[in-house]
């Protein structure tokens, strides 16, 4: 049965992937975006221009999405050194309540929320969703974990199918500029040293099109609950940035020690993603090198048309 899935934050650095990733199926996609810029609809895929604080333009969502299946809701404030405490994210669980209960009186089977690993105790190291303990030091991921909490309670009481989806470090083509790869990528390419902290942190670093492709999955399984995303291995900025520095032959331009680390970033964060993979079929299909190099291959084509 072809299913009728509404994407929020469809223009955003996850959003604009997934978006791509269903383009090929043969399912019924509406994609949200608060941008003014005209997006093409394609055979399978409507972009519908809204802003969710406004209750009324979630229903003007719903009058054209008539008896919706699936959402996969990603929009948020990221913008970043701004979100981890910014209220905006106090407004964001109001407008994603109202979206959720909208879809559901619309007929919606199936929610996907997105969190971040940012709502673990991240002090922890791995995190795994039935052991590690949550945290509400920011008001990013106490909003994140307190919409969580609503959507479940929320599922349960109007039985109705519900996932929430933990994102871990990813990277690749469209991503802030001011994040870790493109912040390195841009100074390399501009000829400027890339200064950067002492790079011995050990994360879970994803290529987004992989993370696309996980999201779908999840939103096309029975899955419920919080299911962690990330590659499940371990990796050192340092180790990163270097590669990218490797890929462009500019390695002395590379400064690590460059910026300050706050005494309190964990050493490690690491997802265990035993859940999703014993659940779904999906594992990642391109390796840090592949991702990479198309990743610095995609700035250049945005900076210097592909030169």
Known sequence: MKKKIIVTGANGFIGSHVVDELGITGDEVYAITSKADPKINTSNVTWLKANLHDDNQIDKIFSIVTSPTHLLHLAWDTTPRHYWNSPSNFKWVSASLSLFDRFRIAGGKRIVGVGSCAEYDLSQGVCKESDTPLNYNTIYG????????????????????????????????????????PSVILSLLDGEKAKCSHGQQIRDYLYVKDAARALVKLLNSEMDGPVNIGSGKPISLSEIIFKVADILDNRELIQLGGIPTSAKEPAIVLADITRLRENTDWSPSSNLEQGLYETVQWWKSNLFGGK
């Open 142 to 181: 106490s909003s994140k974990n307190s919409l969580y909490q609503m959507l479940m309670t929320y599922s349960q009481h109007f039985e109705i199918s519900s996932a929430w989806a933990r994102m871990f470090y990813l990277y690749g083509p469209r991503e802030h500029r001011l994040r870790l790869v």
